[in-house]
């Protein structure tokens, strides 16, 4: 099994930056593909980005390009993200994810391991 743990979220005004962090336990392997969704009120849980901790460049939605910016943290195997420039859309549950395979995290039902989320609040 694969334990993840997201830590920091909050909330911020809207133009703020926040950072969100996810560790990984357990049967981690360093062939996982990190990714942090979204789950807004009323709203479909987002995929936001997702990168592979191998090697490659990250895949960033729309939505978040240019704002966000995701780390690798190799000691833990594990994500940062960084948010700057937040909106109130930027409103929601964060999840960390990690999927076997870089495919899985676009898969609709979602890559394999969960975190617990972590509430992000951006208030105008």
């Known amino acids: 099994q694969v334990h993840l743990v997201e830590s920091g979220g909050g909330e911020v005004q809207a133009g703020g930056s926040l950072r969100v962090s996810c560790s990984a336990s357990?049967?981690?392997?360093?062939?996982?593909?990190m990714a942090w969704f979204r789950q807004a009120p009323g709203k479909e849980r987002e995929l936001l980005t997702a990168v592979a901790l191998s090697a490659g460049s990250p895949y960033y939605a729309d939505s978040v390009s240019g704002r966000f910016t995701v780390f690798r943290d190799n000691a833990k195997n594990g994500v940062r993200l960084q948010m700057n420039s937040l909106k109130p859309e930027d409103t929601g549950v964060y999840y960390c994810?990690?999927?076997?395979?870089?495919?899985?995290?676009?898969?609709?039902?979602?890559?394999?391991?969960w975190g617990q989320g972590t509430q992000v609040t951006v208030s105008s």
């Open positions: 994810a990690a999927g076997e395979t870089y495919g899985s995290v676009f898969d609709p039902r979602g890559p394999e391991y």
């Open positions: 357990g049967r981690t392997s360093r062939t996982f593909t």
